[in-house]
């Protein structure tokens, strides 16, 4: 997927606080960088969470979180339609359809099925309203 930063909250949706993650501890520079992480990504970082991966505990959580990310979305049929455009296969398939005069209500995206390869890659997390996609 192409580069997308973690969406901060909008409106009335409160910001996130460590309570929120799926992991805990009593380590205070752990709860830093957990509030640092926070304030930096919201609601994204509370999705991170809930992989339990070990590096979360670590001094290298930040690294662990950038190297992970893969974006934040409304729902899965938007992730699925920007990894289109992103590929650029949108542009390739109106091309097609120019090239053949194929109309466009013939040949449609299953965006299913694209959504199903994305799971191939990504896992899917839900925090905030929102799904935050992360490399496996």
Request: aromatic share 12%; proline share 3%.
């Amino acid at each position: 997927m192409s580069e997308q930063q973690p969406v901060q909250p909008e409106g009335d949706q409160r910001r996130p606080i460590v309570e929120d993650l799926a992991v805990s501890s009593e380590d205070p520079a752990v709860l830093a960088r957990w509030e640092a992480c926070l304030a930096q990504w919201g609601y994204a970082f509370v999705a991170f969470s809930q992989l339990r991966l070990t590096e979360i505990y670590t001094e290298d959580v930040t690294d662990a979180f950038e190297g992970l990310f893969g974006g934040t979305y409304d729902d899965l049929t938007q992730a699925a339609v920007q990894q289109v455009e992103a590929l650029g296969w949108s542009e390739a398939l109106d091309r097609l359809r120019e090239a053949e005069g194929i109309s466009d209500d013939l040949l449609i995206w299953n965006y299913r099925g694209v959504v199903e390869r994305l799971r191939d890659i990504y896992s899917f997390e839900y925090a905030g309203e929102k799904v935050h996609f992360f490399a496996k």
